[in-house]
């Protein structure tokens, strides 16, 4: 059974209308990020963390991405403890564990041949060969994270939601310490000798993890993030100690595109059953729920976007 090992974090219960945060309520949690395609959905430490756990100098747990079943309660007592399913949702992966050309077939020949375009333009503009590398022992990771950095700083995912490749002393010792156990993978793509676009994997339990992806915003009408992934999924593929690739939460054109799957999963908060607890989290359900009603309606009447629209401008 794969281990679980928790970090306290400071933990948001947000309240959102139309998928924009209006609130957040913090705790301060023991919190693990599940990867789903190695966990089973009837994993008891997820569904009764209280009576696995020690829930020391934090206020409860909290699990994201657990595999879920149709048969979870939104909300339940658990041992002094409220289990809050406070979202739902479907994650992408994708099982690697076969042959790259197989995978590749399930792809139009249409697509294949797009795609094969991408790539070729590339090698021409880098004197016919492909100039991307792979980064995996310490010497190699340290180098890669100087180089993607760079690359980060000038993202629009640093730039504009501050969701870059972290640069904290923290997640680089982490990242040092598992390519001492050779549990990351780090891809650069070059192109006249400059670093234009990168991608960090770490690996958990046989998963590698599409943790970030970037590129130079110069060279985005080359695709370059795109060429990069292709090249560095068939080395995933070929790479013996890595079974699944696990796209995370969220949904994009790009995870619908690869992915061979999805598993249905839930964040799950634990609070102690307290008054004001209770509170927070009923009307945080409530809201959800109402929410919810109201976007179906908003839909039916295709007014949603505008109404979307609007509520950004304001908030």
């Known amino acids: 059974m794969a281990e679980i090992k928790f970090k306290v974090d400071r933990t948001p219960l947000t309240f959102t209308v139309i998928q924009e945060p209006i609130y957040e309520k913090f705790f301060d949690l023991k919190s693990f990020e599940v990867i789903p395609c190695i966990y089973s959905a009837n ?16 206020e409860g747990f909290y699990f994201s991405s657990v595999p879920t079943r149709d048969d979870l309660k939104p909300i339940y007592n658990c041992n002094g403890y ?23 077939e399930k792809f139009s020949s249409k697509s294949r041949s797009t795609l094969k375009r991408k ?14 590398r792979i980064y995996q022992t310490p010497d190699e ?24 490749l972290p640069d904290d002393e ?51 009408n080359l695709s370059v993030g795109t060429v990069l992934f292709i090249a560095a999924l068939e080395d995933i593929f070929n790479d013996q100690d ?21 598993i249905k999963c839930a964040n799950i908060m634990y609070l102690k059953n307290t008054l004001p607890n ?13 929410v919810k009603f109201i ?6 009447l295709g007014i949603k976007e505008k109404l979307k629209k609007r509520l950004k401008d304001h908030i």
């Not at 927070?280 to 959800?288: C, F, G, K, L, P």
Request: aromatic letters at 18%.
């Open 170 to 220: 923290a997640y680089f010792k982490e990242m040092m310490s598992k390519a001492a156990k050779g549990e990351v993978r780090g891809y650069l793509l070059f192109m006249d000798g400059k670093a234009v676009s990168y991608l960090h994997c770490p690996i958990t339990n046989r998963a590698a993890e599409f943790a970030y992806l970037g590129y130079l915003p110069d060279y985005s």
């Open 141 to 164: 990771i340290a180098d890669f994270f100087n180089l993607a950095r760079e690359i980060s700083k000038e993202t629009y995912q640093e730039t504009w939601l501050n969701l870059g």
């Open 119 to 132: 790539t070729k333009r590339i090698e021409k503009l880098s004197g016919g060969k492909l100039d991307w």
């Open 242 to 262: 890595i079974d699944y690739f696990d796209f995370q939460q969220g949904d994009t054109v790009h995870k619908r595109r690869f992915a061979t799957g999805y």
């Open 278 to 290: 209770k509170l927070w989290i009923y009307s945080n359900h409530v809201m959800n729920i109402t």
């Open 295 to 300: 976007i179906s309606v908003l839909n039916k």
């Open 82 to 104: 409220i289990r809050y399913v406070a979202k739902t949702h479907e994650q992408a992966y994708m099982d690697v564990s076969g042959n790259f050309d197989d995978y590749w």
């Open 43 to 58: 994993d008891n430490r997820f569904t009764n963390a209280p009576d696995f756990f020690d829930p020391e100098d934090s």
